[in-house]
Structures are given as structure tokens and as C-alpha cells.
């Protein structure tokens, strides 16, 4: 790659995120070591893809340092180069008690901001004692306000990560000169004002987001809904809908979309590296013969699973020639353990699987293949490869990657090498649901389906399967073209471009 066509930052870079991208850890004993250090790299998505461009720019990584060797390896200031041997960039490690993560990161993060930026308003109440976890949420963003101030300088761009820092914009600009840029990309939907009023903290929730100089939403529907917010619930903002700018406190916050993108390529050679995708399938107890469906999720309520079940079974209900040819595979990951939703989801998911296979499934054949084993990254390519639908039915999600990373692994029969839209492709049929960011990007090529509607979701699912291969294959090459333009490359670039703009207008791009 061209290296002024990178996503190079415009200052000097200093990235504030929940989750470090390299964590340390003692070997395990029982391989005969005494405690030596391995270090686990970024396993994917944003951490992995940020990595290089803080390596590129020797910037400073601000995260929570989880990982039971984490200070055994850090300076007396939790600090520690990485990647190790290289010492390209500073890790800037902040330790937090069990209170602290038990509060600040389960509970006002996972349990109030989560479900109330999902639209679950009501399971904020089932959490109870919010004040406690607030208190705990706004000292640990004092915490790691307090670690950017070390580091910041005038020239410094501040490049804050999601929802677990909703109170750090105010607090860092408190703390820095303030030349310095602070910018915030907030990875999960807005809600709508009626939902927001559910906020048990909104005014300061706002005023902590107005620090920003720039606050970026994946598509433009959220960061509407944030102004209309901002007008209704904090007095003295001054909100400018048509600029995208509001005036609060002596600052202005311009908002910003960037739909997020993933590393294209990495999943399309992964894909293509797969020698026998059909040999994955026996391995999760799949017949090579099946026209296979796949699911691929976080355990969570908001990513529809329940919906997509009773779908699944509304569908064989209907197609009594689908049992025994049509399998489904679900992979879902324990996610936030321990929360009681969570629990209550998976309990549920899992009695569902097992009343609907006992209800279609004979001898040799299963409706739907359900696991929580981990799968490593490149067999995951291996069977969004091998899906013949790929079935993507959030009742609310940000963006979403696994509908892009399907896309990408979609790579043909017979071509060794070059990753490129244009290659020999396959041509799996994406149903997304029309409530994800993604759905601005795909929804034209994809089968759009509202997860609620039972009927409608079990008869595009017919749809997905009878259409023919000419048609998947234009739709599937249009949206590859997507995914590999809109990269996460393009993503980050797109952030460092905006703020570029803060400081000079004139440098502007192609304006929408
Ligand atoms: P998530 O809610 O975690 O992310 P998503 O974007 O789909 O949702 O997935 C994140 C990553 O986790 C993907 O790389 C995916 O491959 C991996 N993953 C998910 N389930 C997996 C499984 N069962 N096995 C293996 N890997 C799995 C949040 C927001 C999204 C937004 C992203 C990025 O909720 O809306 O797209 O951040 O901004």
C-alpha cells in the first residue's frame, strides 16, 4: 500500500479504548514453564485493525489493563512498549479493582448504556442500583482522563473508543491544552428521544459527549437522533441540524458518520485459503451434502437470535421438503456472563435449539447445529464460505462486521490468489435485517428482513434459497465492491480526514 494513502493520523495519536490490543500472560504451567510471559496479539476487528496506525504514528494506547501478568511487564507509570520487540507504540495500562469493572464495565456500561442505546429500556431497571455504577463509570473515565493528560500535548488527537467513555471527552478537555483534538467514535445506535428519557443520567451523559470536537456515529440516522436528544434534554445547547454542529459551553462539537468497514482482504485470502470448506462442515457434525444457513453472533439480545429461531421453524413448518437437505448453523459466543439477560438469552436459545430439533430432526439429520466453541478466525471464513445463506437479524445493531466478513469470505472456486471484488466469487445470499448500520450499506443487494415478523422472515429465507445463481452472484459481486471500498482503512481515514477538516475547512474532500 501507498503509504500517503494510508490512514495516516494528522498529530500526534493517542487512542482511548475499553480492550488492549496486546495482552499479557503467564504460560501456563502445566507446560512446564515458570511463568514466563506470552503475549496474546489483537485477535481481529478494531483493535487489530487501529495497531498499525498507532505503530505508525509511535502514538500512545490508553485501555484497561485485564490480563493477570499486565504489571508484571509495565514501567512504574503501567506503561509498556509494544509490540514487543519492536516498541513501536506506548501501552499505557490502567489496572482496575474487581469493584471497578464489576460496576463500570458490567454494570453502567453493559447494563444501563447498552440496553438503553438498544432500545431496552426496561431491562435498565431490572439493574437496580445505577447510582452506584455510575459513580464507579465516571471514576474510572476520571482514571483514564487523568492517564491522556500524561501524555497529551497541543498537537495531540485524543481518539476516544464507544460507549464505555461517555463522561471522558469533558474530563480529558479539563485536562489538556486546549489546542489538542478530541475526537469520539461511538460504536453502538443512538436511541430516540422517548427512549432516551429512560437515561437515568442524560444531562451529564450529553455534556461528557460535548467535550468532543468530533463525535462519530456508523451511519447518519444516529447521529440525527443524538441532536434531537441534545435539543430536548440539555439546556443552553445550540444545535445546528443542518451543519451538524452544536455550541455548548464555550465549544463546538461537530458529529460525523463513518459507516465502519473490516479488513477485506485478510478475509478474502483467509477464505481462499480454506482447502475444503465441505471437511469444516463434519467437523461441527454437518453432512458435506446440505445447502447450509449460518448464524454467527455474540450471544446477545440485541442480535435477534430468538427471532431467527422461530423463523428457522416457521420455515421447516412450511417446507417439509427442506428436512433432512437444509441445516442451519448457529455459532453463538458467550458474551457478558453473568449479566441476567444475558443468562436468561442463552438459557432460552439453548432450550429453543433443542425443543425445535426434537420437533423436525430424525436420526441423521439436525434442523440446526448449534455451539459456543470458539472458532478460530480463519475456519469462521472457512464456513461463511461454505453458507449458502448467511442470516443476519439484529433487533438494533450499530453496524454490524459479520454481515461484511461474510461478504468478503464469499471468494469463488479456482483462483489461488488476489484479493478483489472482481475475482471468482461465490455467491451466498445474505438476509440482513433492515435495523442494522449495515443495512444502509448492503440492504439493496441483500434480502432485507425484519426480525419480528415471523412469517415474512421464514418466507424470505424461502426466497434467499430459490433464487437463482445469476442473481446471487450480481447481487453478492455489488456488495463485495462495497465491502472492499468501504474497508476499515477507508473508515479510519475517513475519521483522520474529518478532523483534519476541524482545523482547515478547505481540506476537503468529496463533501456529502
Ligand atoms: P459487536 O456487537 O460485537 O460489535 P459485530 O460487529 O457483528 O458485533 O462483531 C464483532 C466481531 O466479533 C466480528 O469480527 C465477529 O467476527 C466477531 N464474532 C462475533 N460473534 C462471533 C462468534 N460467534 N465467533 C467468532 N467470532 C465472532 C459492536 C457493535 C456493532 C459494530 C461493532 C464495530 O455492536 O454494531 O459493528 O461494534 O463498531
Redesign the pocket.
Known amino acids: 500500500d501507498d503509504d500517503d494513502n494510508g490512514p495516516g493520523c494528522p498529530g500526534s495519536l493517542i487512542v482511548v479504548s475499553n480492550r488492549q490490543p496486546y495482552r499479557h500472560e503467564y504460560e501456563s504451567e502445566s507446560e512446564g514453564d515458570d511463568g514466563s510471559i506470552v503475549v496474546d496479539e489483537p485477535a ?3 483493535t487489530a485493525g487501529l495497531d498499525p496506525v498507532v505503530q505508525e504514528a509511535n502514538g500512545t494506547w490508553i485501555a484497561w489493563g485485564d490480563g493477570e501478568a499486565d504489571f508484571a511487564v509495565t514501567d512504574a507509570n503501567d506503561c509498556v512498549s509494544v509490540p514487543p520487540g519492536e516498541d513501536a507504540y506506548t501501552l499505557h495500562r490502567i489496572d482496575l479493582s474487581e469493584e471497578a469493572v464489576s460496576s463500570y464495565y458490567y454494570g453502567f456500561s453493559n447494563q444501563v448504556l447498552w440496553p438503553l442505546c438498544h432500545e431496552f429500556p426496561d431491562l435498565i431497571e431490572e439493574r437496580g442500583d445505577w447510582a452506584n455504577d455510575f459513580e464507579w463509570y465516571r471514576t474510572v473515565n476520571e482514571r483514564f482522563a487523568d492517564a491522556v493528560a500524561e501524555h497529551a500535548t497541543a498537537e495531540s488527537i485524543v481518539w476516544i473508543q464507544d460507549y464505555h467513555f461517555g463522561l471522558a471527552p469533558r474530563l480529558i478537555r479539563e485536562r489538556i491544552p486546549k489546542a489538542a483534538t478530541i475526537a469520539h467514535f461511538w ?2 445506535p443512538w436511541p430516540t428521544p422517548e427512549t432516551f428519557a429512560e437515561c437515568p443520567v442524560s444531562e451529564e451523559l450529553l455534556e461528557g459527549l460535548l467535550g468532543n470536537d468530533l463525535l462519530g456515529f ?1 451511519v447518519d440516522r444516529y447521529a440525527r437522533l443524538f441532536l434531537e436528544c441534545v435539543e430536548q434534554y440539555l439546556d443552553g445547547a445550540v444545535v445546528d441540524h443542518e451543519e451538524w454542529l452544536v455550541d455548548y459551553d464555550e465549544g463546538t462539537t461537530r458529529l460525523a458518520t463513518a459507516a ?1 468497514g ?1 479488513d477485506a482482504e485478510t478475509y478474502d485470502e483467509h477464505a481462499r485459503a480454506v482447502e475444503d470448506p465441505d471437511a469444516l462442515l463434519e467437523e461441527f457434525g454437518v453432512s458435506p451434502e446440505v445447502t447450509l444457513g449460518l448464524g ?3 450471544l ?1 439480545y ?1 442480535k435477534g437470535i430468538p427471532e431467527r429461531l422461530a423463523a428457522l421453524e416457521r420455515f421447516f413448518e412450511r417446507n417439509p421438503d427442506r428436512r433432512g437437505e437444509f441445516t442451519f448453523l448457529q ?3 458467550p458474551s457478558r456472563t453473568g449479566i441476567p439477560a444475558y443468562e436468561r438469552l442463552g438459557d432460552l436459545v439453548r432450550s429453543e435449539v433443542t425443543r425445535i430439533n426434537s420437533r423436525f430432526g430424525t436420526d441423521d439429520w439436525q434442523p440446526i447445529v448449534y455451539t459456543e466453541e ?2 478460530p ?1 480463519e475456519k ?1 471464513c472457512g464456513l461463511y464460505r461454505r453458507a449458502d445463506v448467511m442470516v443476519i437479524s439484529p433487533l438494533l ?6 454481515a461484511q ?1 461474510f461478504v468478503a469470505s464469499c471468494v469463488g472456486e479456482g483462483s489461488a490468489s488476489g484479493a478483489a471484488p472482481g475475482e471468482p466469487h461465490g455467491d451466498g445470499v445474505l438476509l440482513l435485517s433492515e435495523r ?2 449495515a443495512h444502509e450499506r448492503l440492504g439493496a443487494d441483500a434480502v432485507t428482513i425484519d426480525p419480528t415478523d415471523t412469517d415474512a422472515f421464514a418466507a424470505e429465507l424461502e426466497t434467499a434459497l430459490a433464487m437463482p445463481a445469476s442473481e446471487r452472484r450480481r447481487r453478492m459481486r455489488s456488495m463485495r465492491t462495497d465491502v472492499f471500498e468501504a474497508d476499515l482503512e477507508a473508515w479510519m481515514d475517513s475519521q483522520f480526514d474529518s478532523i483534519r477538516r476541524l482545523h482547515d475547512p478547505s481540506e476537503s474532500n468529496d463533501d456529502d
Open positions: 481481529g476487528g478494531l460504536h453502538i456508523h465502519m473490516i454467527v453472533d455474540r446477545d440485541s455459532k453463538a459466543t470458539y472458532v478466525q469462521l445493531d450499530g453496524m454490524n462486521l459479520v466478513e442494522t448500520g
